[in-house]
């Protein structure tokens, strides 16, 4: 069983940055492939980036790319979005997942295809 806990969310303007983190309890953090999510009001949970088991591969949205950035840190089972350039549209719930993946330059971008989830950050980004 893997807890996964979110921080990092708040209330922000178009055009600012925020670092979101992910803590897992896992005892062997390098053993998931992680992915982070968001799910805005009335709509459905959409796939934001995902980063292989050791932070060789990652692979991001259209929506997103070039301006978040994910990366990990094994030593303290923790994964980070750097979220630069927020736009209004990217007003979500944050929910960071991880999946046991043999295959170590796998990622993942389908919600179907993790077994962990955290509990969401607020993401606010007014205009």
């Known amino acids: 069983q893997v807890q996964l806990v979110e921080s990092g969310g708040g209330l922000v303007q178009a055009g600012d940055s925020l670092r979101l983190s992910c803590a897992a309890s896992?005892?062997?953090?390098?053993?998931?492939?992680m992915g982070w999510f968001r799910q805005a009001p009335g709509k459905e949970r959409e796939f934001v980036g995902a980063i292989s088991r050791h932070g060789g591969s990652t692979y991001y949205a259209d929506s997103v790319k070039g301006r978040f950035t994910i990366s990990r840190d094994n030593a303290k089972n923790t994964v980070y979005l750097q979220m630069n350039s927020l736009k209004p549209e990217d007003t979500a719930v944050y929910y960071c997942?991880?999946?046991?993946?043999?295959?170590?330059?796998?990622?993942?971008?389908?919600?179907?295809?993790?077994?962990?989830w955290g509990q969401g950050t607020q993401v606010t980004v007014s205009s």
């Open positions: 997942a991880a999946k046991p993946a043999d295959y170590g330059g796998r990622v993942y971008s389908t919600s179907s295809s993790y077994d962990y």
């Open positions: 896992a005892r062997t953090f390098s053993s998931y492939a």
